[in-house]
């Protein structure tokens, strides 16, 4: 096998336009309609995720790992250093619930101050990355919005509970 034959972009390397992204979403959602796109979306980014736990091989390292760490992994993964998909300011766990305080995300690129755009590919990738991180079933909900004058693009996950070892295969 040839060299382009294993990457096809040997010029442009594998970061592209946050724009061309962009459109990409916007055709789903002309092409599905908005709340199908936005689940969708959360399911990409959950399985995008998950992905990227496994790849740095941070998947089934449970709750005995600190907040810092587990934050601290999700901004190498997800963040400057990694896809840039958005800045993590911190995680919190507050009982059975996880807050994720982001901005710059993916979602809100090119959107007007007021915009009702709901972050959901990156609320979906940071649930899959914890999901597989935490070795814990989470559901996610976006209870905060630059967009919409808030101080963050916050997001909440409920612990679903664990996550199924014959499930836990596939990450």
């Known amino acids: 096998m040839t060299d382009s034959a294993k990457d096809p972009r040997q010029e442009l390397g594998d970061f592209g336009n946050i724009g061309e992204m962009k459109a990409i979403v916007s055709g ?3 092409a599905l309609g908005e ?3 936005a689940i ?5 980014g959950r399985q995008r ?17 600190s907040m810092e760490e587990i934050t601290e992994k999700a901004q190498l993964a997800l963040g400057k250093e990694g896809t ?36 959901s590919f990156t ?13 814990q079933r989470l559901q996610g909900t976006q209870i905060e919005s630059l967009l919409q004058g808030g101080s963050c693009d916050l997001f909440e ?9 014959n499930v836990r295969a596939e990450l």
């Not at 969708?40 to 990409?44: D, G, H, Q």
């Not at 740095?56 to 449970?62: A, G, R, T």
Request: proline share 0%; glycine share 8%.
């Open 123 to 135: 609320m979906g990738a940071v649930q899959g990355f914890l999901e597989a991180f935490l070795n």
């Open 49 to 65: 995720g998950k992905e990227l736990a496994k790849k740095l091989n941070l998947v089934d390292k449970d709750a005995s790992v």
């Open 84 to 119: 840039r998909l958005c800045v993590i300011d911190k995680i919190i766990q507050e009982g059975d619930v996880y807050k994720v305080y982001t901005r710059e995300t993916f979602d809100s690129f090119g959107e007007l101050q007021g915009s009702t755009r709901v972050a």
């Open 157 to 165: 996950y409920t612990i679903m509970g664990e996550i199924n070892r």
């Open 40 to 44: 969708a979306m959360l399911s990409a």
């Open 28 to 30: 789903i959602e002309d």
């Open 35 to 37: 709340k199908a796109a």
